[in-house]
């Protein structure tokens, strides 16, 4: 009998960890099939009781996350994530190039007070990123519309770690998973939409866009993006050359012609 109780312990630990796995891969598959479509145009309620739409803020790239207020780990998380990539990408692109939301899914409890509370609790007051709330059918909507599944259960809810990218013309366009992740995560994708997605190639824009987005790079020794030349000068170096060698072969066909002469 000892056999058969060995065999039941290795059971009682082996399939909660496969029912998680089963778990986090039929979140991801849900949130990967929300990529490509659109956000409907919801209403919402900022921290100064103000109202917003999701409609207003076409035009520009948008960073969506959800979170409850009541949540002691994984919210606060992606929140303190959140931050230093938010002030990356703004200090890259500019503060008005993006817009950032996060909205509160606990819809008993997630008010603008307490949304505001939350927010200056974790530090993340910064230009363009708007805490707002919502009732229970925008909530859905959006959680909807973006893949975010929402498990309640005794404790609060279980959700995914999962911050969604949206392009200016509403559809998502990336997600980045995980409650710890890096600035560039965020910024990259960003750069992507604002510099490959704008102008096409055949306009004189749409070149310089296309020219940002390819010089603009990250250094990790200083954990900011900065516009590389080197790009330039290796284009300049490679002119210079071309014309050397266009030069020597215009003289080399004249000479036997000159001599000929």
């Known amino acids: 009998m000892r056999w058969l109780r060995a065999i039941c312990l290795l059971l009682s630990l082996v399939l909660p960890v496969r029912a998680a796995v089963v778990e986090q891969d039929v979140l991801l598959r849900k949130a990967q099939s929300a990529i490509g479509q659109s956000l409907p145009d919801l209403h919402f309620t900022d921290t100064a009781g103000k109202q917003v739409r999701l409609a207003q803020l076409r035009g520009k790239p948008l960073i969506v996350s959800m979170v409850y ?34 909205v509160g899914f606990d819809t008993r409890n997630d008010t603008p ?16 990123w708007q805490f707002l709330s919502a009732n229970a059918q925008t909530v859905n909507k959006l959680s909807e519309a973006i893949g975010f599944e929402i498990i309640p259960s005794a404790g609060g809810f279980g959700h995914a770690a999962q911050v969604t990218i949206v392009d200016r013309k509403g559809r998502i366009y990336r997600h980045v998973y995980g409650g710890a992740f890096s600035p560039q995560m965020i910024v990259d994708p ?13 306009s004189l824009a749409g070149i310089a866009d296309r020219v940002k987005l390819f010089c603009t ?24 050359c071309l014309l050397l060698v266009f030069t020597w072969l215009v003289r080399e066909f004249r000479r036997p012609q000159a001599a000929g002469e």
Do not use: K, W
């Open 217 to 240: 790079v990250y250094n990790p020794n200083t954990g900011r993006y900065y516009f590389n030349y080197s790009l330039f000068i290796g284009i300049a170096i490679g002119l210079v």
């Open 113 to 128: 007070d307490r949304m505001r509370t939350f927010a200056r609790a974790h530090g993340a007051e910064l230009p363009n």
């Open 69 to 102: 207020t009541g949540c002691a780990d994984i919210c606060p998380l992606i929140i303190e994530n959140l931050y230093p990539a938010i002030e990356l990408a703004q200090s890259t692109l500019g503060h008005d190039a993006f817009s950032v939301i996060t």
């Open 190 to 202: 960003l750069l992507d939409i604002i510099y490959g997605q704008t102008s096409p190639v055949t």
